[in-house]
């Protein structure tokens, strides 16, 4: 990857000045901290590039890899590897820090012991709605539970039962002793551990007690000695009792925790559960649907890890929730994949063009430049005969004022190839379909030949009917027909899927040096957009994913409202 520093941002000036200042004694250790129950996002994405970014920026910074693994009934190990790919896909590493919060469960318990021996956390038994009822409303302070002053011994012994599966689950909880007046609602006596009967991935069936993430959080940093704890807005009203929670533990690191504004998308959806529900539901085609804004599905449908990067980088890390408009996103795909994609011929919707003055046994190679940003990339031969085929969209039999391109009388220049000319149509006799374009074309035009340039308003893709290969292109337009903060919060948001979200082209022609193609390599489809050959792909039929077409939306986005 490019090692290259990531733009200044007010985490950055914190984490900066704090190792300038040995603060932390000197140390920037921060972590990504995924809980396993599902694929990563661009969201995460944003989340990676500023920890990992930093621990690579800041010399002697580490990033660990922390699996938040506390809830037993929706990780799995299926998801730890989903999310060590895409890390690594990304272009970070965590250099051998890898850790799970279910390796602390043994130190969390007797965390939660000392707790409680300092009167500082009790064992209730409140049902969960009798829980609701004490705690109060943002305008109402709580009242403490029954179960506040229970003495010392007896939540001791009572946790150890807890722990030891004596009790169902719901019938005891171990809080914290904080405050039930306390205007911060997550200060008032928060629950620390709740008793599930259930299977983990990892531990078996050896807890059934599980700490709440409010606690088991802090606590991990603390235990790892993480210097700098960066997570989303919504954990803002948390902090302080993640600081009363390493406080009272008395661990020999304190972290700081420090909130950032999360990624928010237009037109799709970015939270795990809803993408969970698309999969389970086979509302898309897997986590990898290159319809999702899945890490998984950003590669499949061609994103490249440098697009998302500089995405990342760019959208920059604020203190207020804000909505970035996925043409932004597409906007740096398109720049990276100018750069780095050979342009190639093919056509989506064949229409038959028959060259009447071209020899039939006749056919020719012609020159291409493989990619016109990048010189070194070469030329390539494309073979041309007397039947091509155009896109039904370049010819008109009755062209509209502005349209320049094929129209009986017309002419207009073949890609790398000749000028050609229209001369007529044939037309299947029962529909009035036109099923033939007859041309001629000029043998003094041919491209590169130094003569006269005959000035055509439209230059146009094609292939030879004789060499093209057949393949499949799938198209992709939003997930959602409208923005998902637009969606009441009444209603289905999976009604608002957008029907057309993919369009699979099957009767596509390309050129023949796609014959070679392999999983994953990417090219322009000249005039068409971005694409790259699906996984799916055999070499009995070629599949191609359109990553972006090549107009680029976000200019016009961006000029319409130039204050972002
Ligand atoms: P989701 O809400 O999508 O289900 P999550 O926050 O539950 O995601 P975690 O596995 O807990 O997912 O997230 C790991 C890290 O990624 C957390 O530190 C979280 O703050 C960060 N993260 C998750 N979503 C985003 C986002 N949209 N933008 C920035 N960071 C994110
Ligand atoms: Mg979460």
Redesign the pocket.
């Known amino acids: 990857m490019s090692e290259q520093a990531g733009a200044s941002n007010f985490i950055r000036d914190i984490v900066a000045a704090d190792h300038t200042s040995g603060k932390h004694g000197g140390r920037a250790v921060m972590r990504?901290?995924?809980?396993p129950?599902?694929y990563l996002?661009i969201?995460?994405a944003?989340?990676i590039c500023l920890n990992f970014g930093l621990a690579r920026d800041i010399p002697g910074g580490i990033c660990h890899l922390r699996f938040?693994d506390t809830n037993p009934t929706t990780e799995n190990p299926e998801y730890v590897q989903a999310i060590q790919d895409d890390i690594r896909w990304l272009g970070f590493d965590w250099k051998g820090k890898i850790f799970f919060t279910s390796d602390y469960f043994e130190q969390l318990y007797d965390f939660a012991v000392r707790l409680i021996h300092k009167g500082e956390a009790y064992v209730d038994h409140l049902t969960a709605e009798e829980m609701r009822a004490y705690r109060g409303t943002l305008t109402q302070p709580g009242e403490n539970s029954p179960s506040r002053s229970r003495a010392i011994d007896e939540n001791l012994d009572l946790f150890q039962r807890m722990r030891s599966g004596e009790f169902a689950d719901g019938t005891y909880v171990l809080r914290a002793k904080i405050d039930m007046a306390s205007a911060n609602i997550n200060l008032r006596d928060p629950v620390l551990y709740r008793i599930r009967h259930t299977t983990h991935y990892r531990t078996g069936n050896k807890w059934c007690l599980y700490p709440a993430y409010d606690y088991a959080h802090p606590l991990s940093d603390a235990i790892e000695g993480i210097t700098h704890s960066?997570?989303?807005l919504e954990f803002e009203d948390h902090r302080p009792l993640y600081d009363w929670v390493v406080e009272q533990a008395e661990t020999p690191h304190r972290p700081q925790q420090i909130e950032f504004a999360?990624?928010?998308l237009t037109s799709t959806v970015?939270?795990?559960?809803k993408l969970l529900e698309l999969v389970e539901k086979k509302l898309v085609n897997g986590w990898d649907d290159p319809r999702l804004p899945s890490i998984k599905g950003l590669r499949r449908r061609g994103y490249t890890p440098e697009a998302i990067r500089t995405f990342c980088d760019h959208i920059g890390v604020a203190k207020r929730d804000a909505i970035v408009e996925m043409q932004l996103l597409e906007h740096f795909i398109r720049e990276d994949l100018n750069k780095r994609s050979p342009r190639v011929m093919a056509v989506l919707r064949p229409i038959k063009i028959i060259l009447d003055n071209y020899p039939d046994a006749q056919s020719e190679e012609l020159e291409a430049v493989n990619n016109p940003e990048d010189p070194s990339a070469g030329m390539r031969k494309v073979p041309f005969s007397r039947i091509l085929y155009i896109e039904q969209d370049d010819f008109r039999e009755d062209p509209p004022k502005q349209f320049f391109r094929l129209a009986p009388g017309r002419e207009v220049r073949l890609r790398y190839a000749y000028i050609i000319k229209c001369v007529g149509v044939t037309k299947d006799p029962q529909t009035g379909e036109i099923t033939e374009i007859h041309c001629t074309y000029d043998p003094t035009t041919k491209s590169g030949a130094s003569q006269e340039q005959r000035k055509v308003k439209a230059t146009i893709h094609w292939v030879s009917e004789a060499h093209a290969v057949k393949a499949e292109v799938r198209l992709y337009s939003p997930l959602l027909v409208t923005d998902p903060a637009k969606i009441p919060p009444e209603h289905d948001w999976t009604s608002y899927l957008n029907p057309n979200s993919l369009e699979r082209m099957t009767n596509c022609l390309v050129e023949p040096s796609l014959r070679q193609t392999a999983h994953g390599m990417r090219y322009q489809f000249e005039r068409l957009g971005y694409f790259c050959t699906d996984l799916d792909s055999t070499s009995d039929l070629l599949i191609f994913n359109r990553t972006v077409s090549l107009k680029d939306a976000w200019a016009k986005v961006e000029k319409a409202q130039p204050a972002r």
């Open positions: 990504f901290p995924p809980e129950n599902g996002h969201g995460h944003k989340s938040d960066i997570c989303t999360r990624l928010n970015m939270s795990k559960r």
